[in-house]
């Protein structure tokens, strides 16, 4: 089931949804940009205080925010020299009142596995986008648990995308603090922890990436697609690529088939457009870290 | 623990009856048709307000007046230690039936028949008085979204620790075990619609702290005022209101007709 | 101030504001003492011994008259009421408006049309596709999806209250009816004001702009409407016509919307979207003059939703009002 058409409170008219396929068609969206374009992008980071850190992101009338919160913990037995991230997601109702209830749980669970899968890699963390082995304190012993709840706040299509940059620039705004590990005697002794109030170490964000959904209308395909495109949607592909222009993750959605030379077409165009995205991001997290320490 | 310092200064430098920074903005989400942010020092919660809008649930529709619903959900970074919690659960239920009943209550449902109104509050940043500061936003919600009230709900809460009578406590003052008197009034009628506590109090102490809470009240009811106003003028001068006062005849038969209606 | 959904940088955000706090001065300067601001729960002064009739916004309590919402105090001889602005779509007779068909009912449609509850098109208050005025048969009434079925963008007017309290539309003439190949926007309602006409054919653009009164907003490829053509497009209606899902994709795309009418209305669904971010009124002066004024900036369609356009359109807003209000004096 295509989990978009909860996004959308009424359905679009015959003619409306020629109008649309017509347009992508005719590389002009109902809102003037080609098929590759992205809507203006705003960034703001350090909106919630009380996280280690946090950004809000919108594109377009889709607004999202993400928190990271870091809490010390234990590495699992099978990773001892790696720490810790989990993603949630919530669709919250005041986007859209369908998502009142349990009516978001489905969307929610959806991109945050979603979001895993582009961001962390496989279940041994390896691959990951974001360097897990950062964020180890005493290897086998203590490490960092990083968690990371995104919320739509105002839904208007593309919410992956717009999870990733939020992600991307919270954690570019995210300071973890020291750490001074006194070890005991012996082994197994718990090692005494003291978490620095003073000193913060920046998190290294270059190797995050971003995410470009690729949404397939009729015979062509989209970037950056409003509620009323995704509802059009014969299929899309995520894909999560890094500064070097690695795949990190991907996804496919959507009911219909694609050949595969398609995907293959779909994934280089993704890579191409993420190398404008990360300039556009960066650009746009600089300027709000700037203004915020203003 | 000593909440209040020998000088008379709180943990977070306030005096005991000094309200924390408010702050409102009306009009944060772009889909809803009326919509604010409210905040009270480090608590932030945002407020939507859809309808009044056609039943969707046919069976819910009321013939003589307009349905009101609520939604409280805490985002899961919204307080200090991070917990994961299922949507619904007790807490969140009680809240959502706290907010509604106050809204429903200054809300002039009468003039609505057979619509309904959703009012959804997510708190983004939960550091005590979240009850209160859902209220406010919600008032400043409905009040964007041209629905007709009563009065404009207002709602602060008060605390009593160290024999000190406190006004709007903060998440650690709240979570010492002391008594939390929620107050939430209609300022213009002067009556009280909400009204919760925890914890025992001696019935003279109580009075003073209830006073202290709705003194609270009266002072956020004249932020938001003011917020509302405000907003209201920059529309208009905005849109160029001024323009728009030549009536058509056709105009004020309508109205003479709906008065009936519409006035109590 | 109000939120814009705008990613403005520092300058942009000081010229925006200046520009807006600009138009707020002009606007003190028209307007008179008459119209004060109320907000909920303010007292109105009347003479009550005069006798007031409270109209919409105001109710009474302890013997004064007291306003329900936050807006501007209007009176009319007698009567006393409360002019809001951001408030859901309220009904007038004869009003133009735009909706979406949500269910087909016997007899009826019920539209969605941004008021508080579902507006009623009753199969009786619409010409039928034969053009001819008969009572409807039970032919018809099964047929009635062939006219408009779920979803469908319609254009009707407003008939007016049925005593049970429902809202009745009604689409007695050619002009009204199903709209296609175009967008539909939505707006909030105070921003588009009762006028003579609503509906606008854009000659040099060839684009139908409807500006319904309760705020949702048609822009499409223009269409003649004449009552040949309307019984020729029934007939092949008829006939059945094919389905746009099943028909070979490159009919399909014979069958767009020329590229150069399709940039047009992009162009104005563009400029309308900016207005109403910003909050300006909706008329097609307006629109058109921001149409042009992209033009002639050789701007990109897209770019037209950015930053840079949004402060220039407000900037360009206070020039115009200042030569109106010039021109008055």
Known sequence: MDPYQFT?????????????????????????????????????????????????????????IASIKAELGKPSMHQPGKGKISIFVDCSPTAAPMFEGRGGEELSTELAVALQRCLLGGKSGAGAGIDLSSLIVTEGKICWDLYIDGLVVSSDGNLLDALGAAIK?????????????????????????????EEFLQFDTSGVPVIVTLTKVGRHYIVDATSDEESQMSSAVSVSVNRHGHICGLTKRGGAGLDPSVIMDMISVGKHVSEQLITVLDSEISAAEASATD | MEFVSPEGLRLDGRRPMEMRQIRAEIGAVSSADGSAVFEMGNTKVIAAVYGPREVQNRGQQLNDQALVRCEYSMANFSVGDRARRPKGDRRSIEISLVIRQTMEACILTHLMPRSQIDIFVQVLQADGGTRSACINAATLALADAGIPMRDLVTSCSAGYLNSTPLLDLNYVEDSAGGPDVTVGILPKLDKVTLLQMDAKLPKETFEDVMELAIQGCKAVAQYIREVSTQNFIFLASVSQLSVIRNLSMLHISYLLAQTNEWSI | ??????????????????????????????????????????????????????????????????????????????????????????????????????????KRWRLEINFSQDAVLMLSSMNLPDGIQRRRTAVDELNMRSIFEENNVICAEVRGFQHDGSLHLQARSQKYGKLERGQLLTVPPYLVKRRKQHFHYLEQYGVDLILGCNGFIWVGEHIEANEDEMMIDNKSEETGKPDLKFTALEMQEKAFTPFVTRRNICLIANAVRVLSVLGFNLSLEVIIDTVEASSSLNLDIKDMLGAEFCVLTAEREVKRRITLIKKKC
């Open chain 1, 8 to 64: 959308k409170m009424v359905g679009l008219s015959t003619g409306e949804k020629h109008f649309i396929w017509g347009g992508i068609a005719q590389d002009l969206r109902s809102d003037g940009r080609q098929r590759l374009h992205y809507r203006p992008i705003s960034v703001e980071t350090g909106v919630i205080p009380q996280a280690n850190g946090s950004a809000r992101v919108r594109i377009g009338a889709t607004d999202v």
């Open chain 3, 1 to 106: 101030m109000r939120e814009l959904q705008v990613g403005l940088n520092q300058t942009q955000k000081v010229r925006l504001q200046s520009a807006l706090r600009q138009l707020e001065e002009l606007s003190s300067r028209v307007s008179n003492s008459s119209t004060a601001s109320v907000t909920v729960a303010d007292t109105i002064p009347v003479n009550l011994e005069d006798g007031v009739l409270k109209g919409h916004g105001t109710t009474e309590h302890n013997g004064e008259v007291v306003a329900t919402l936050c807006g501007v105090v209007e009176r009319v001889n007698k009567l006393v009421y409360v002019r809001t602005l951001r408030a859901r779509y309220k009904p007038e007779i004869g009003d133009i408006i735009v909706g979406r068909v949500i269910e087909v009912a016997p």
């Open chain 1, 169 to 197: 620039a919270a954690l570019s705004n995210t300071g973890i603090p020291k750490v001074n590990v006194d070890l005991g005697p012996s082994p197994d002794d718990q090692p005494e922890v003291n978490v620095s109030d």
